[in-house]
Protein backbone atom coordinates (compact mmCIF):
# COMPACT_ATOMS: atom_id res chain seq x y z
CA UNK A 1 0.00 0.00 0.00
CA UNK A 2 0.98 3.65 -0.14
CA UNK A 3 1.37 6.30 2.55
CA UNK A 4 1.13 10.03 3.23
CA UNK A 5 1.43 12.29 6.39
CA UNK A 6 2.07 15.91 6.72
CA UNK A 7 4.72 17.52 8.63
CA UNK A 8 4.95 21.16 9.60
CA UNK A 9 8.39 22.72 7.53
CA UNK A 10 9.41 23.72 11.32
CA UNK A 11 9.51 20.02 12.52
CA UNK A 12 12.97 18.73 13.19
CA UNK A 13 12.71 15.52 10.95
CA UNK A 14 12.08 17.38 8.02
CA UNK A 15 15.91 18.05 7.27
CA UNK A 16 16.99 14.24 7.52
CA UNK A 17 14.01 12.75 5.52
CA UNK A 18 15.00 12.30 1.56
CA UNK A 19 13.55 10.21 -1.61
CA UNK A 20 14.49 6.49 -1.10
CA UNK A 21 14.65 6.45 2.10
CA UNK A 22 13.18 4.04 4.53
CA UNK A 23 11.18 4.88 7.66
CA UNK A 24 9.22 3.60 10.08
CA UNK A 25 6.39 4.77 12.19
CA UNK A 26 5.81 3.08 15.62
CA UNK A 27 7.91 -0.41 14.43
CA UNK A 28 4.60 -1.87 12.83
CA UNK A 29 4.70 0.03 9.40
CA UNK A 30 7.92 0.63 7.38
CA UNK A 31 7.77 2.41 4.25
CA UNK A 32 9.85 4.13 1.38
CA UNK A 33 9.62 7.70 0.99
CA UNK A 34 8.98 8.08 -2.82
CA UNK A 35 7.96 12.37 -2.15
CA UNK A 36 8.44 15.58 -0.34
CA UNK A 37 6.22 18.22 -1.37
CA UNK A 38 5.90 21.59 0.82
CA UNK A 39 2.65 22.98 0.57
CA UNK A 40 2.08 26.71 0.17
CA UNK A 41 -0.37 29.32 2.15
CA UNK A 42 -0.67 30.38 5.52
CA UNK A 43 0.46 27.05 7.66
CA UNK A 44 3.56 25.26 5.72
CA UNK A 45 3.96 21.92 5.81
CA UNK A 46 5.83 19.21 3.83
CA UNK A 47 3.46 15.82 2.96
CA UNK A 48 5.86 12.98 3.22
CA UNK A 49 4.57 10.20 0.70
CA UNK A 50 5.50 6.92 -0.75
CA UNK A 51 5.04 2.84 -0.97
CA UNK A 52 5.24 0.01 2.00
CA UNK A 53 8.45 -1.91 1.58
CA UNK A 54 6.82 -4.38 -1.06
CA UNK A 55 7.09 -0.60 -3.53
CA UNK A 56 11.10 -2.80 -4.48
CA UNK A 57 9.03 -5.06 -6.23
CA UNK A 58 7.72 -2.72 -8.51
CA UNK A 59 11.10 -1.12 -9.20
CA UNK A 60 12.11 -4.28 -11.11
CA UNK A 61 10.73 -6.75 -14.28
CA UNK A 62 11.55 -9.89 -14.62
CA UNK A 63 14.55 -10.17 -17.16
CA UNK A 64 15.46 -13.83 -18.59
CA UNK A 65 18.60 -15.08 -17.27
CA UNK A 66 22.22 -15.09 -18.32
CA UNK A 67 22.68 -18.60 -19.05
CA UNK A 68 20.58 -20.36 -22.00
CA UNK A 69 17.40 -22.51 -20.50
CA UNK A 70 15.73 -25.10 -22.35
CA UNK A 71 14.43 -25.27 -25.82
CA UNK A 72 11.70 -23.20 -26.07
CA UNK A 73 12.65 -20.58 -23.49
CA UNK A 74 14.96 -18.16 -25.31
CA UNK A 75 14.01 -14.83 -23.76
CA UNK A 76 11.90 -15.92 -20.99
CA UNK A 77 13.14 -16.65 -17.29
CA UNK A 78 10.90 -19.92 -16.06
CA UNK A 79 10.80 -22.76 -13.62
CA UNK A 80 8.07 -25.48 -12.97
CA UNK A 81 7.13 -28.59 -11.13
CA UNK A 82 7.53 -26.98 -7.83
CA UNK A 83 5.39 -25.41 -5.13
CA UNK A 84 4.42 -21.69 -5.65
CA UNK A 85 6.45 -20.45 -2.43
CA UNK A 86 9.62 -21.49 -4.67
CA UNK A 87 8.07 -20.03 -8.33
CA UNK A 88 7.74 -16.66 -6.45
CA UNK A 89 11.20 -16.69 -4.53
CA UNK A 90 12.83 -17.74 -7.52
CA UNK A 91 12.10 -15.01 -9.79
CA UNK A 92 12.83 -12.53 -6.90
CA UNK A 93 15.98 -14.02 -6.35
CA UNK A 94 16.63 -13.97 -10.05
CA UNK A 95 15.49 -9.82 -10.16
CA UNK A 96 16.09 -8.52 -6.78
CA UNK A 97 18.67 -10.88 -4.18
CA UNK A 98 21.14 -11.90 -7.00
CA UNK A 99 20.48 -11.08 -10.78
CA UNK A 100 22.89 -11.76 -13.03
CA UNK A 101 23.80 -8.41 -13.94
CA UNK A 102 24.97 -6.73 -10.36
CA UNK A 103 23.54 -3.31 -10.84
CA UNK A 104 19.69 -4.66 -10.40
CA UNK A 105 20.37 -5.83 -7.39
CA UNK A 106 18.78 -3.93 -4.47
CA UNK A 107 21.10 -4.49 -1.52
CA UNK A 108 19.88 -5.62 1.55
CA UNK A 109 16.79 -7.41 0.60
CA UNK A 110 16.93 -11.20 1.25
CA UNK A 111 14.67 -14.20 0.85
CA UNK A 112 13.07 -15.75 3.90
CA UNK A 113 12.77 -19.81 4.21
CA UNK A 114 11.12 -21.60 1.84
CA UNK A 115 8.34 -23.44 3.05
CA UNK A 116 7.22 -25.24 0.02
CA UNK A 117 3.20 -23.65 0.62
CA UNK A 118 1.28 -23.10 -1.94
CA UNK A 119 0.24 -25.27 -5.16
CA UNK A 120 2.67 -27.95 -5.05
CA UNK A 121 3.61 -28.33 -9.02
CA UNK A 122 2.96 -24.86 -10.32
CA UNK A 123 5.11 -23.32 -12.71
CA UNK A 124 5.61 -19.70 -14.73
CA UNK A 125 7.91 -18.56 -17.37
CA UNK A 126 8.18 -14.66 -17.42
CA UNK A 127 9.87 -11.74 -19.63
CA UNK A 128 9.56 -8.11 -19.16
CA UNK A 129 6.82 -8.42 -16.67
CA UNK A 130 6.86 -6.43 -13.24
CA UNK A 131 8.24 -8.45 -10.07
CA UNK A 132 5.08 -6.81 -8.24
CA UNK A 133 2.73 -8.54 -10.54
CA UNK A 134 3.94 -11.22 -10.74
CA UNK A 135 4.10 -12.26 -7.21
CA UNK A 136 0.55 -11.15 -6.88
CA UNK A 137 -0.49 -12.75 -9.79
CA UNK A 138 0.96 -16.20 -8.61
CA UNK A 139 0.24 -15.99 -4.70
CA UNK A 140 -3.30 -14.90 -5.26
CA UNK A 141 -4.05 -18.63 -7.22
CA UNK A 142 -2.89 -20.21 -4.18
CA UNK A 143 -4.49 -17.83 -1.77
CA UNK A 144 -1.20 -16.46 -0.62
CA UNK A 145 0.58 -13.10 -0.15
CA UNK A 146 3.88 -11.69 0.14
CA UNK A 147 5.39 -8.86 2.71
CA UNK A 148 9.01 -7.26 2.82
CA UNK A 149 9.88 -6.88 6.42
CA UNK A 150 12.86 -4.99 8.22
CA UNK A 151 14.94 -7.19 10.38
CA UNK A 152 16.87 -4.67 12.42
CA UNK A 153 19.18 -7.35 14.48
CA UNK A 154 20.76 -8.60 10.93
CA UNK A 155 20.44 -5.03 9.17
CA UNK A 156 18.22 -6.66 6.24
CA UNK A 157 14.68 -6.31 4.72
CA UNK A 158 13.54 -10.10 4.66
CA UNK A 159 10.67 -10.88 1.42
CA UNK A 160 8.55 -13.85 2.53
CA UNK A 161 5.78 -15.57 1.24
CA UNK A 162 2.97 -15.06 3.88
CA UNK A 163 -0.17 -17.63 4.55
CA UNK A 164 -4.05 -16.11 4.42
CA UNK A 165 -6.03 -16.91 8.05
CA UNK A 166 -9.36 -18.00 7.48
CA UNK A 167 -11.58 -16.04 10.10
CA UNK A 168 -14.93 -16.88 8.65
CA UNK A 169 -15.79 -20.04 11.34
CA UNK A 170 -17.00 -17.47 14.06
CA UNK A 171 -18.04 -14.93 12.14
CA UNK A 172 -21.83 -13.74 11.67
Known amino acids: GTFSFSLPVSDKMIDSLSYGQIIGIDNKYFGIVRSLKETAGDSKTVTVSGADLKGYTE???TLYPATELDEGMQGYDGIADVPTETVVKYFVNNNIVNPS???RKIPGIVLGADFHRGIQDDRYMSRF???SDLCNKNLENAKMGYSI???IE???L????????NRTASQS
Open 59 to 61: QRI
Open 101 to 103: NSK
Open 129 to 131: ELL
Open 149 to 151: TPD
Open 154 to 156: NNS
Open 158 to 165: VFDVIEGV
